[in-house]
């Protein structure tokens, strides 16, 4: 048999929002890597994929460096990307997981630049963390003639508000200890009404603001947390219907 | 039991790139609601669904209009949001199935501002087209530090070459028909060399054109047709290792 690097979407957090071929494939793989974990423990996305693995699957967890920039991390992607290709070759069927879906803000693609063209591989799209709030919250990410940006708050105040004011959705993504800014300059352009605040979707500790006036501007948040903001819909609070 | 109605994104068109919850979901419902098919057949839709089926789901085909606009539309869209509130306050599991992710460019938006509320309700999301087309194509969507902005080729040119402008990655949605005016800004902003145009994505139909500047403008495209933008990244073929 030949072997086959995968690289897997794992969807937002919840288990069983990862695809079908995503648990298919995890049955049957020789190695996953995945990224290493905090003290110990599982990183989130081996945690997502455990139940879905094979008695076989060898876990190889790797200390994956969240950008590519400088010689040390470029150094250790060409190690990872270089063990990947040698399991490979061997013949191995191998998987690597990816938060989310593997070609929108993945360090994934940090290895793709290395090996596309150079092994066989095959990336299994997954749902994004913006989907799940989106539908978490019943709060659309857009609709038929509107456009969607998504942004990073960590771009300049100038490129944010740029794409506050030429799309009608927008995600804004990495709100982490930027949260007061952001929700100022929301205000400012008179789009409170029309934003909500979400963190962790999916998971056990998922939180939902939407009445972002209200809310402390020093709010400590969640490393996953993310702005949707929509022109043509209104945050204000759902009567849930039990 | 209570009634609950359940928005399903499918994912964009192959049967296992639905999420593992949608499939566990779709063999308990009592009832299924689908766009009616062409020529007797099953809508996509319902095609990507039917395998995970329960024996007992009733599957209802209607008729959805495309959009909103029009009070007949309109009085389309408050039949058969009275259908499934009907439904649901009866006691049943009602699905309704979506294409993609069911927040995004869905007509069950039209559904849901009915009915949000009323009843309850879960949304499913889904693997978005443009995610599975990054994936097969193996062209990040969008990497780190980038903005990516997701807009339809029925907008104006002045529109989309403001994206193209502002943005490192641009998805440019429903290409059909419009690919020769497209393909001409893409070449007067200097972007050939970085965008692909892929049809079908996922389906056995599946096509795939990276050099853009050699295709013909008249080129006749299915209906899901989709460009790829990233101004990072080559969009030249990437030469296949079997």
């Known amino acids: ?35 290493a974990g905090k003290r110990g423990g599982d990183s989130l996305a081996l945690s997502i994929v455990r139940e879905y693995l ?25 190690q990872v990307a270089e063990e990947l290709r040698q399991d490979v070759e061997s013949g191995l069927q191998v998987g690597f997981v990816t938060l989310g879906d593997a070609m929108l803000f993945s360090t994934w693609v940090f290895l793709l630049e290395r090996l596309q063209g150079r092994i066989p591989m095959e990336v299994i799209p997954g749902v994004t963390s913006f ?25 300049s105040e100038a490129a944010l508000e740029q794409a506050l004011r030429q799309h009608e959705c927008v995600v804004l993504m990495k709100v982490y200890g930027r949260f007061g800014r952001v929700r100022d300059l929301l205000g400012r352009l008179g789009l409170l009404p029309h934003a909500l605040l979400m963190a962790e979707a999916s998971l056990p500790t998922e939180q939902c603001f939407r009445q972002l006036h209200e809310v402390d501007g020093e709010l400590s948040l969640p490393y996953f947390s993310t702005i949707l903001v ?6 204000a609070p759902v009567e849930e219907v039990a």
């Open 54 to 78: 094979g008695a076989q699957v060898e876990i190889r967890e790797r200390h994956f460096p969240m950008s590519t920039h400088g010689d040390e991390k470029e150094t250790l992607w060409d």
């Open 230 to 235: 929509n022109k043509q819909w209104l945050a």
């Open 1 to 35: 048999m030949k072997g086959c690097l995968y690289a897997i979407g794992t969807g937002p957090g919840s288990s069983d929002l990862i695809t079908v071929r995503a648990a298919r494939l995890l049955a049957r793989l020789d190695v996953l890597y995945a990224p």
């Open 131 to 155: 989907a799940c709030i989106s539908a978490r919250a019943q709060f659309p990410l857009a609709m038929e003639q509107q456009s969607l940006a998504i942004v990073s708050c960590t771009a």
